[in-house]
């Protein structure tokens, strides 16, 4: 480990090391928004703890243990930065600015200076670390940015019991990462997979229209819930949506049916507990009721399958299952939400 703590810049912010003259300063730039976001009182953070804490961040650099630094723009102290240690190769980011110094993009320059000499080769001043994570509240909308500004990917959310996070009403934390294998920031895949880290997603689910020749729709009695539905289920990752509803029907009911063309999408907005979806119904075609002899039940997923006329699919499916299934042999419209 070095034994100096280093300076960093990218010749718009500075980072180096506490000083004691830099007490009064960052301690006058303490104020309700960090207090918010850290969990303490600003009124708590005084010259003589601020004091206190420099001489610990010091004793951690030297063990190894914490790089706490100072972030300078002309001059002035406008925040600061520092990576806390976990494991041989990991360690957390934390960030802050002062009052009256944000909105100008220092966190993001810091927090990219600081990662990229945190990967660095040992030889080199760094740490050589694989990853850097820091864990976000959800809410604070000003450090998510610096975090994706900052190259950052969004990798999941953490929930957390109340009282485990820094303010009291937390329940979870956004976690975003990098790792030093990551493409630089300047790389076009980078930039792409950046974005698709955070971008929206929506769950999709395939299910297949199949019919006798008497109309009567097909629909199967599931075990994880009370009401009936069509076949079918969620779209895997990197999946077709017309090769998963071929893959369920097989899986579920032991059934090769080729999808046909698509007859409704159906928007399912969140309902218990499951976040909205995307419904994609294709046409499964028309088959005799001799179709059922050859149906050989998942049963740890379906408990039976029959083929229903659509007052017996109002009688055994979910009211927005209903709509579904009679907009879909209506056949008339190509788009509906929760079958409406």
């Not at 980072?15 to 969990?39: K, N, P, S």
């Not at 009688?315 to 042999?329: E, K």
Request: net charge negative.
């Amino acid at each position: 480990m070095p034994d100096e703590q280093p300076t960093l810049t990218d010749g718009t912010v500075t980072l180096r090391a506490w000083r004691d003259d830099d007490v009064a300063e960052a301690v006058a730039g303490h104020d309700d928004e960090m207090g918010l976001w850290l969990g303490w009182d600003p009124a708590d953070v005084t010259e003589q703890t601020h004091s206190a804490a420099i001489a610990g961040w010091r004793q951690r650099f030297r063990a190894g243990e914490q790089a706490s630094f100072v972030v300078e723009h002309d001059g002035h102290l406008v925040g600061s930065v520092d990576l806390t240690r976990e494991g041989g190769a990991g360690a957390s980011l934390r960030w802050a600015l002062y009052a009256g110094h944000r909105g100008h993009g220092h966190a993001a320059r810091a927090v990219r200076v600081l990662v990229d000499w945190a990967f660095s080769d040992p030889d080199q001043g760094g740490w050589g670390l694989q990853r850097v994570e820091a864990r976000i509240d959800p809410r604070n909308d000003r450090s998510r940015r610096v975090a994706t500004r900052a190259g950052m990917r969004l990798e999941g959310v953490q929930r957390i019991a109340p009282g485990m996070g820094d303010r009291a009403d937390a329940t979870s934390y956004a976690v975003f990462a990098r790792l030093a294998t990551d493409p630089p920031l300047s790389d076009p895949e980078s930039f792409r997979s950046l974005l698709n880290s955070f971008l929206p997603r929506k769950r999709a689910i395939s299910q297949m229209l199949v019919r006798d020749p008497e109309g009567r729709v097909l629909l199967c009695q599931l075990t994880y819930k009370r009401d009936w539905d069509l076949p079918g289920g969620v779209v895997e990752v990197g999946e077709s949506p017309r090769l998963a509803v071929q893959r369920e029907v097989e899986e579920e009911l032991g059934l090769s049916i080729e999808p046909g063309d698509l007859v409704l999408t159906d928007w399912l907005p969140a309902w218990g507990g499951w976040d909205d979806a995307v419904c994609l119904v294709f046409d499964g075609g028309t088959h005799g009721p001799e179709v059922l002899a050859r149906v050989v039940m998942q049963e740890r997923e379906i408990r039976d399958a029959r083929f229903c006329t659509l007052e017996e699919v109002d009688d055994l499916a979910a009211d927005f299952t209903s709509r579904r299934v009679r907009a879909a042999v209506a056949g008339d419209q190509p788009y509906t939400e929760s079958g409406r």
